[in-house]
């Protein structure tokens, strides 16, 4: 059926011409392509310290920012030297102690641990928090625990940091 009138011939013309794309079509393709993660990606976690044992996290972190500055170095901040205090724990696993006391104080500090990292060592199938039973936030507290302890008796933070 041909239209009498040339404007309505003109717009028929135009539609045949543009072939409409399904949604379903794009949406495909985007989801064939995966992004690959960065490999500086971070897993945030924290675990729960009581007042005095933020006391002394909080001043080893002043010795190491003195030390640092007496260096030249840039200070160094709390959590980056909380996820070094467990890096060296995941390293030197012979100094770690299982057994500390363990209670949710509800309040916090945190670790920025690299992802790949954490998924081998600490959350991952066959992590530390597995094989040990324990959650992981109390790994966590464990280890830097053990870490902490071994540096009141004797240990050396340069060896940390």
Known sequence: MEYI???????RLINEKQKPKL???????????ARKTRIDKTH??????????????QSLCKQVQRAQKNKGLEPIQQTKLNTLLLQYGLNN???LIWDWPYQDSKQYMHTNLIENLFEREIGGPFGLAIQK????RKTVYMIIMSVLKWLEGGGNIEQIV
């Open 44 to 57: 945030k976690l924290k675990f729960p310290v009581t007042t005095i044992e933020k006391m002394k996290l």
């Open 23 to 33: 949604i379903t079509d794009n949406y495909d393709d985007k989801t064939k392509k």
């Open 5 to 11: 009138n040339p404007l309505f011939k003109e717009q």
């Open 133 to 136: 039973g324990l959650s992981e």
């Open 93 to 95: 696993q012979h100094i």
